[in-house]
């Protein structure tokens, strides 16, 4: 079981608007920055989102993400099918010495 | 940019100790803006962080495998390694090394298997 909380499967049209949910607590989202991942399938991870907000270069406006208290979000606007692919949230937690933490990791299907 | 190659034996017997190593490129990994992490994913599931090494020296464990992995870097090969020891099944996965999280090796399958 995964410290962050995400939705297993999200799900949208091309050209749609679809949001992924991520669930922590104050040691991790709440006290720190979040990043987000895509991993296409047989690939490895591809850092989206870092520090709640920021886009690395390279990567699409389309992607925008958003942190509230402890919870944080993916955005994914004008759903292309390439970005069918596996999300993942991830935040350093401060419990115990310290340790990053992953959510369960979401499936997008572009349908 | 940088970039990570992940190299060590893919197939690992149960109670042995599995080794990678993980060769850096395009940036020196003395560089105080970077940390080096280890990341596995078994086979269908998410993923789990293993470990980090800061330039400082200090490393830092996920509390279930602390017991049983040393993460280490070799400046002069420009190189960081992770060491599990008495693996099981349940080690096998895909490893990834990281700089930072930002920049990721494309992976290694290790099967832990007789």
């Known amino acids: 079981q995964s410290v962050l909380t995400q939705p297993p499967s999200a799900s949208g049209t091309p050209g749609q608007r679809v949001t992924i949910s991520c669930s922590g607590s104050?040691?991790?989202?709440?006290?720190?920055?979040v990043n987000w991942y895509q991993q296409l399938p047989g690939t490895a991870p591809k850092l989206l989102i870092y520090?709640?907000?920021q886009r690395p270069s390279g990567v699409p406006d389309r992607f925008s993400g958003s942190k509230s208290g402890t919870s944080a979000s993916l955005a994914i606007s004008g759903l292309q099918s390439e970005d069918e692919a596996d999300y993942y949230c991830?935040?350093?937690?401060?419990?115990?010495?310290?340790?990053?933490?992953f959510g369960g990791g979401t499936k997008l299907t572009v349908l | 940019q940088l970039q990570l190659q992940e190299s060590g034996p893919g197939l690992v017997k149960p109670s042995e100790t599995l080794s990678l190593t993980c060769t850096v490129s395009g940036g020196s990994i003395s560089s105080s803006s970077y940390y080096w992490g280890w990341i596995r994913q078994p086979p269908g599931k998410g993923l789990e962080w293993i470990g980090s090494?800061?330039?400082?020296?200090?490393?830092y464990y996920n509390p279930s495998l602390k017991s049983r992995v040393t993460i280490s870097v070799d400046t002069s090969k420009n190189q960081f390694s992770l060491k599990l020891s008495s693996v099981t099944a349940a080690d096998t996965a895909v490893y990834y090394c990281?700089?930072?999280?930002?920049?990721w090796g494309q992976g290694t399958l290790v099967t832990v298997s007789s």
């Open positions: 090494i800061y330039y400082s020296g200090s490393t």
């Open positions: 991830a935040a350093w937690d401060d419990s115990l010495n310290g340790s990053w933490v």
């Open positions: 520090s709640n907000n």
């Open positions: 990281a700089g930072a999280t930002v920049y």
């Open positions: 104050s040691s991790n989202i709440g006290s720190n920055t």
